[in-house]
């Protein structure tokens, strides 16, 4: 993909208001580490996050990305009536249907006649949004758009510090700790054309994409069946022949079932999340270098002409790991993820925006986009700041 007259012309960004620190989850944990005889400071050690932040609950994720378009529309002094496409791109979003871009136009009272939907990619959504927006600028058929998101983490966190606590179990908990990197905010990045941007700033040079869908399976977030849990919990309270007689009146329509009695547990969703950490750094880090080397050869950059690097916000591990594999030296990558978590959609955007509030993007700079997501599917997209 190649631009010719596309700019970013502001990223907007909202923070939620409670501020976690990895101490308080660690003491919430408390019952696991002394079963396990675990010393404390264990995640902060594998994650080198020290806090995140958490919505308040019952929080609307539109009301987020609503408020940090809104910012990047002021930076800009661009209204909503300018804006001919919405897209909503968040892992989280707020029902299956209508599409969340929908509560967010209305928050904003968008244009009309602006195309209005949301887009699902993983981590990867918001640089997929800035994507199908440049294109429809180079096609005509657009001059400005905003991609926003609003991730949560409160509720996937405090579930999996529950099911911690009550199974106590060691694989659990190294299942879990990517799951515990998570953070919650709200993004939105203005996109228009070149006729429209003022200062003529961090113009889209293009980009390059890359997959590996073999590893679709290696980290997992969704909603699944009370009943497994319910039946694992019965077998430890009760020993492995009661869990089997609960397993076998559901599954099997015996017992107190066949008299009519469904307790419905089947139809009782909760949240989950599965990730295989040690296998997505793996098959990630080398799909990632795979990407760089297309990213390097389509522009005909060499690795010390790219003057600073933004990539996706997982943890200390992935980065050292990101940035030795494709030889970028740590001083040009600017990171966040010590005090925002893993954001999921939000990482890399919002950690422009900062990098760019702290004077570490200057105007001018060459910048690297580099994006990765489950699936895996990895984006990376060139910017002149």
Partial sequence: MNYNRVHLEAIGYELPPVVVSTAELEARLAPVYQALKMAPGQLELLTGINERRWWEPG???????????????AAADMSAADIDVLI??????ENFEPATACAV??????????????????????LNGIVEIANKIELGQAKAGLVVSAETAREINENVIDRMVRTKSVELFRESVATLTGGSG???????????????????????????????????WGLQSILPAAVGTVERVLGHNAAGLVQKGVDNATGLVQKGV???????????MET???????????????????????????TDQLDKVICHQVGAGHRDA????????????????????????VSLPITAAIAEEREFLQPGDRVGFLGIGSGLNCLMLGLEW
């Avoid at 469904?262 to 989950?272: A, E, S």
Wanted: hydrophobic share 45%; glycine share 10%.
């Fill in 262 to 272: 469904d307790l419905g547990l089947r139809h009782v969703m909760i949240p989950f």
């Fill in 322 to 345: 990101v940035l030795k594999a494709i030889g970028v030296p740590r001083e040009k990558e600017f990171s966040t993820f010590e005090y925002l978590g893993n954001v999921g959609t």
């Fill in 59 to 73: 929080y609307r994720l539109s009301l987020g990305a609503a408020a940090a378009a809104k910012k990047a529309l």
């Fill in 105 to 126: 136009a209305h928050e904003l009272n968008i244009n009309p006649n602006a195309a209005v939907f949301d887009l699902s990619n993983a981590c990867l959504g918001v």
């Fill in 88 to 93: 909503y791109a968040g892992v989280c979003r």
């Fill in 276 to 302: 295989h950490a040690g296998e997505v750094l793996k098959y990630g880090v080398e799909l990632g270098n795979r990407t760089w080397q297309k990213f390097l050869t389509k522009f005909g950059w060499r």
């Fill in 186 to 220: 709200a993004v939105a990045v203005l996109v228009v054309s070149e006729e429209l941007s003022r200062g003529k700033r961090r113009k889209l040079l293009g980009g390059v994409t890359q997959n590996a869908p073999q590893y679709n399976t290696l980290c997992r």
